[in-house]
């Protein structure tokens, strides 16, 4: 029998891009609310595998197990057992648990944490060890959020971070994350129909998530996931979700194109495409942005990167001036193209040197920096 079990759900992500991942469920047929840090949203087993499968700006998926009001510690342990752990544990000994506390009469997150493991072990008739996020252990992962004596419970669905697309990635210095990249590409509204060029590619990210989004490859096509461990596991329907997400591919009907000046990048993109089976897909080259010029056998496409600015570009002083020729660059030789790119939230002078007009479409955090998301695509602003 099919588990017809309905769940609430939460698809986090990094604050500032909730918008773009509302509109990602949106387009995957699922209808949501947008709050701080991610989306609410319900559905089914067949949710939390098509949204794990597909979703490119999450950072993870949970599954809400239970909300109830909590003012002692007391009364936690008591709470915590009523609730079906066995399903979620699958065989193992450990679990890894985030409690946070606020605004509540319970203020002590790592006791908490502690009343939950002795509860699941009860539960289950075995000891439940705790370990901590770090360890490397595969252990599922709890949530226990207490705001305003108010207990929310949830289970990760997702296993690593959704950011992690199953190969391995070789990265250079000032790497951008997937999720990230991904955010990039749909608010600048890249569907794979326009050419793409990343004159400062880096380690590929924004390629190759480019590439994934015109082929209408799912980011988690090759990773495992939290959920394949549930005793409620079907394993039955996740081959038919795979299979399924089979019959979107295509091959990307315009070039997705990467540059960079550092040879080590370059190999470190060509290393990151393969891994992912993409190499075929894309086409990466040493050069300049100097020496940069559209494909001269299409028509306008688009610019999507992530420039070197502050800590990634050693001479400080020069930066104006780089960013005052890249500007001249693209009005001169990248004519009818649009351009998105991500620059320092705290250095207006790089976007005035530019010299074009860029709509903000977002602001986010990139490596603790925190950036605007700036595009000459009219959007909405995220």
Known sequence: MKNKTKYRLFAACAPGIEQILFQELNNIGIEGKVTHGGVEFSGDLLTIYSTNLWLRTASRVLARIASFPLASLEEAKGRF??????????????????????????????????????????????????????????????????????????????????????????????????????????????????????????????????????ARIPPGRGRRFAFMGWRTFDKALWNEVLRRSEAFFRRPPQPILGFDRDEAAIQACIANAEAGGLLDLVNFSVKDVTKLWPPSDVGPGIIVTNPPYGRRLKENNSLLAFYA??????????????????????????????????????????????VELLSTVKGKQV
């Open 325 to 370: 020729e890249f500007g001249q660059l693209f009005r001169e030789r990248f004519r009818g193209w649009d351009l998105t790119l991500i620059l320092p939230s705290e250095a207006p002078m790089l976007k005035r040197s530019l010299g074009l007009r860029l709509h903000r479409l977002g602001a986010f955090s990139n490596g603790g920096l925190p």
């Open 81 to 214: 057992s009523r609730y079906p752990w066995e399903i979620y544990m699958g065989s193992s000994d450990y679990v890894r648990v985030r409690a946070s506390c606020h605004k509540s009469k319970i203020y002590h997150s790592g006791a908490i944490a502690q009343r939950l493991v002795e509860a699941i072990s009860e539960r289950l008739g075995k000891e439940v060890r705790l370990v901590k996020e770090s360890s490397g252990k595969k252990a599922p992962l709890i949530f226990v959020r207490i705001v305003k004596d108010f207990c929310v419970l949830s289970i990760d669905t997702s296993g690593e971070h959704l950011h992690k697309r199953g190969f391995k990635k070789f990265s250079v210095k000032a790497p951008l994350r997937e999720n990230l990249g991904a955010a990039m590409l749909i608010a600048s509204k890249y569907d794979g129909s326009k050419p793409l060029v990343d004159p400062f590619c880096g380690s590929g990210t924004i390629v190759l998530e480019a590439a994934m989004i015109s």
